[in-house]
């Protein structure tokens, strides 16, 4: 669970960079069937992050201080 | 970035090395320690029954992984290369050379290569690329696919 904005920072970054991966992977991987498998772990963590940026900004500071 | 690293096809080469000893704060020092998967087991599945759980899975993985022929790099990372006692599962980063066809897999390890499916299956957080898409960077693909942990530790 992301806690403050350092945090939140940190996670956007990182969901960036795996975006890139993927669009990278999209171009390069010639093969559908790995490109599938591979982009899929990628693609849950993208998941996984996006819905904890969406759980920390749903919250006001006060909010956050007071759940974490 | 912290993480740890074996070169699966080169066992040999790692086979006598040990595993770093942790910081004060429970993780590896930053950077990438090449280790054989005997050494890494035999130093961290070690404590609670939830460690040895955790280095059966990754052995299973690194089993299966190895098998295909087609591993050039495993990279273990997350909780379970930290002094936590209690991992949930143990995350790894496999780097396949560029001839790779999943097509070619089959069995049990074909599901290492579905991120759902390992999970469900192994308990591993699995992730992987052909080399040559490794993006920006072989190096900067692996650290960051690093652990959900933000204290994680992982590879070279």
Aim: proline residues 4%; without cysteine.
């Amino acid at each position: 669970m992301i806690a403050n904005d350092q945090e939140l920072k940190v996670t956007l970054e990182r969901i960036a960079r795996f975006q890139a991966q993927v669009a990278h992977l999209r171009n390069t991987e010639s093969n559908p069937a790995n490109y599938h498998a591979a982009a899929s772990g990628f693609l849950a963590e993208i998941d996984r992050m996006q819905l904890e940026v969406r759980e920390y900004l749903s919250l006001h500071p006060q909010e956050v201080s007071t759940t974490t | 970035m912290k993480r740890l690293e074996w070169q699966a096809m080169s066992a040999e080469i790692a086979g006598s090395r040990a595993v770093t000893p942790f910081t004060e704060t429970g993780d590896l020092p930053a950077g990438v320690h090449a280790v054989s998967i005997r050494e890494l087991v035999a130093q961290l599945a070690v404590g609670t029954p939830q460690r040895k759980a955790v280095a059966t899975r990754l052995e299973r993985v690194q089993e299966l992984a190895t098998a295909t022929g087609a591993v050039d790099r495993f990279f273990v990372f997350g909780s379970f290369v930290t002094a936590k006692p209690e991992p949930n599962d143990v995350d790894v980063f496999l780097l396949m050379n560029d001839s790779f066809d999943l097509g070619t897999v089959t069995g049990e390890a074909r599901l290492l290569f579905d991120h759902a499916a390992a999970q469900a299956y192994f308990g591993a957080s699995v992730f992987w690329l052909r080399r040559l898409s490794a993006f920006p960077s072989e190096q900067e693909a692996v650290a960051g696919s690093r652990a959900k942990e933000r204290d994680a530790a992982s590879s070279n």
